[in-house]
């Protein structure tokens, strides 16, 4: 950290542990030694609107009265919301081949039900991806099906982006042009972003949620979006989560992992199908 920063704040080593405990506890996310600097800048922020002299006047805040309201703030000035849309594209081509084409294909009378759900969908590109991939298939193959997408984040500031669904135009570049004129309405009083359009989002259903509490939800999925989300947790917590997206998936469904994540050490329980793509073994 350089000097200069440094004189701003005081932030001793006490008081990153403090946070370090904090923020394990209560998201699960490990904060490494070489995320200190990162920890004080973003911070630094928070600590200047608060109107404190140090870290630990800041400490002290978490651990009052107001210390549960405060410790939100905490999570999203920690967490990391690097996302696009259509990001790894072999899954989106997995999704529609693999899952979504197979489903609309077994009528047998019956309208298929399916269930997916974007587990750290950040601003939401990710689940507005999957519903987009779900609405193009249905208008080429005349699909009727009830479909849903549940699209969750433990950051408040990042769901308000998801729910209004606005987004600026070199956002948009790793969209499809067919989908971005079939499914994207440009602002009339603001040329330089558009808006997700109504029928796409009401596809979605976004709430928040801390992957390490009680899940308020009783159906499984037929698939689980949940990337780059597990690489923040240590294995302990990892291994905890697998076995719950294990138990939620419904027979055959599918875990979706980022690019850097691995469920080598889960082969009872998934098979690797594709790349970063896992199907559920067993019940």
Known sequence: MSSSSATEFPFTSADFQTIVGIVYERSGIVLNTH???MTYSRLSRRLRVLGLRSFRDYCALLKGREGDREVGFLIDAITTNLTKFFREAHHFDFLREQILTPAAQRRNGERPHIRLWSAGCSSGEEPYSIAMVAAALQ???????????LATDLDTNVLKRARAGIYSRASLESVPPTM???FFDRRPEDRSSSQVRRNIQDLVSIRQLNLLTTWPFHGKFDAIFCRNVMIYFDAETKTALIERFHAQLK????????????LLDHQTRFKLCGRTVYRKIGQ
């Open 180 to 182: 971005r004129e079939t």
């Open 251 to 262: 027979e055959g469904g599918w875990l979706f992992v980022g690019h850097s994540e691995s």
């Open 139 to 149: 208008r080429e193959t005349m699909a009727d099906w009830d479909l849903r997408v």
């Open 35 to 37: 995320k200190r600097d």
